[in-house]
């Protein structure tokens, strides 16, 4: 039986920084749940044990299935891990804006950050973390404000779904992202 891990090869996913990536296992899974007052799904959990944290060595994008301001599909380039440094799962957690029931656990090339939504609808979501903070009534299926404002777009979900749905290219391939109907949405590397 195939898993949605089996296929981050395609997408040119390599170890993040290696000398400095720390083992995660049941105690650190713990406190991390402990964090976030809650359990991180199954498929995130064991992507975690499996891998602790990756970079691509391509262009991977996302979509956003209702858009957002800047377009319809983002790009990520780390999932976070247990670092001794940077890109700390556990440090990103800690110096998150988000609050209670959002869990950062990758980056764009911008900053921007996917998080794991923890409570209530789950799911992966999309944070622009240069918006400007938004009024509750914004808050529909596909965009969620937190309660200090920030305004989060859904992508995926599950994070087997987010996994399933990355789009791999290599990083000399300096073409335009396009839709089905062969439109150029817009250039690779302009997340935000």
Partial sequence: MSSPLDGLDRLGARAQ???NRLRIDAEVLAKLEAAIHGQVEPAYRDFLLE???LG????VR???PAGCPWGRSGI???LFGRFDGPGDLLTELAHSELG???LPIGRDPGGNLLVLRTQHVGGIWFWDHEARPAAADVTSGDVVVTSSGERL???AESFSAFLAGLDGR???DDGPWTTEGGQADREPGNCS
């Fill in 153 to 155: 777009y859904r992508v």
């Fill in 62 to 64: 996302f979509e956003l």
């Fill in 56 to 59: 691509f060595d391509a262009l």
């Fill in 76 to 78: 990520l380039t780390e």
């Fill in 170 to 172: 290599s990083w000399e």
């Fill in 51 to 53: 891998h602790g944290g």
């Fill in 17 to 19: 920084r290696p000398a």
């Fill in 100 to 102: 209670a029931g959002w």
